[in-house]
C-alpha cells in the first residue's frame, strides 16, 4: 500500500532575503531557494531525510511558476527507495517538482 505524501507548508516572506534582486518590481524565489526550502522539509523529516542519507543530489527539478511574495508553499514529499519526490504548490498553482537521491 503506498503512503499518503507528507504535506509542509512554507511562507515566501516578503522580505525572504533572496528575493533581493530576484527581480525589481516582479519578485519571484529562485529555484535554489526553492529546492533549499524542499530538502530542509526533507532533512526535518527523519523517515525522509534516512532516504537519501548525507549526501542528497538533486536529480530532476522542474519549475513550473514562480513562487512570489506572500505565497503559502505546500510541499508534498513521497518516500522512494534511496530517493525522495516533491512537488511544490501554491494555491492552485503547481510551482515545481521533482526528486532527491542519496548516495548510490
Not at 504535506?7 to 526553492?34: E, K, N, T
Amino acid at each position: 500500500m503506498k503512503q499518503q505524501p507528507i504535506r509542509v507548508m512554507r511562507d515566501v516572506a516578503p522580505d525572504h532575503p533572496a528575493l533581493a534582486g530576484h527581480f525589481p518590481g516582479a519578485p519571484l524565489l529562485p529555484g535554489a531557494a526553492l529546492l533549499s526550502e524542499v530538502l530542509e522539509a526533507i532533512l526535518d523529516a527523519p523517515e525522509l531525510a534516512a532516504r537519501i542519507g548525507n549526501a542528497a543530489t538533486v536529480e530532476a527539478a522542474k519549475f513550473l511558476a514562480p513562487a512570489r511574495p506572500g505565497d503559502v508553499l505546500c510541499i508534498a514529499l513521497e518516500a522512494e527507495p534511496r530517493a525522495v519526490r516533491f512537488e511544490v504548490t501554491a494555491e492552485r498553482r503547481t510551482i515545481a517538482r521533482g526528486r532527491f537521491t542519496g548516495e548510490r
